[in-house]
């Protein structure tokens, strides 16, 4: 039963990027939570099949639940035709569940990790700090100051879930479980990587086929491996 929704986790979100441009917004809004569902469904499967630890499955599975909500609310701004008005409430509502998805894994990691080094918390402040300097040279254009604020919000919890993914994992490597911990490091990667696109593509105006192709590649590609590790 894993191995047919391993694979058919893998099939749905090809197809709907392939398609994507070829259907109109709901198509493409069904398309795409239903391959997010899968993942969740796949999490669910993988953690009863191999009996995995309760807390960490029900958090990796509210965390999942989150970034499904989060594709609903921002897929719906594209169907309505709103996802370009500044206070749309739908697309900060996407925006702040998909934050929350975010802390849910950084929780998750801190719960199930020994010995966390807490001053590794001054790495994503310094992210931050780096990426507002080079915002200017890369494009960035911040049309009020309520998005400052959100992007450095966000991209402080997006740095602080890559590093608490990376020990966590590293902890498992050392313990033994090298595929389950290189599964959650590339998993933090990948995450890391998909929502930075995605900054490019609100703020820097970066939204040409093979960009937005990559944002959605990195995304599923994260949320398989986050649901095989549940």
Known sequence: MIY?????????PVFFIERRQRVDDGQ?????CL????????????????KSELLYFLMTAGALSLCLLGDFFLGYCHVIGKENRLYNPLRFSGMLVFLLAHVVFI??????????????VIVPFAITAIFFVLSPYLGF????KAFIVISALYLITISFMLITGIFY???LVSSGATARG?????????FFISDSILAFMYFAGKKSKAISIANLTTYFASLILLALVA
Request: hydrophobic share 65%.
């Open 141 to 144: 254009k911040w049309s009020h």
């Open 169 to 171: 994992a590293v902890q």
């Open 182 to 190: 290189a599964m959650i490091i590339a998993a933090s990667i990948l």
């Open 4 to 12: 047919l929704f391993s694979v058919l986790s893998v099939v749905m």
């Open 28 to 32: 493409t809004l069904f398309l795409k």
């Open 35 to 50: 391959s997010t569902f899968l993942m969740l469904f796949l999490a669910v499967i993988k953690a009863y099949t191999y």
């Open 107 to 120: 929780v998750n990691y801190l719960l199930h990790t020994e010995n966390f080094i807490w001053y590794l």
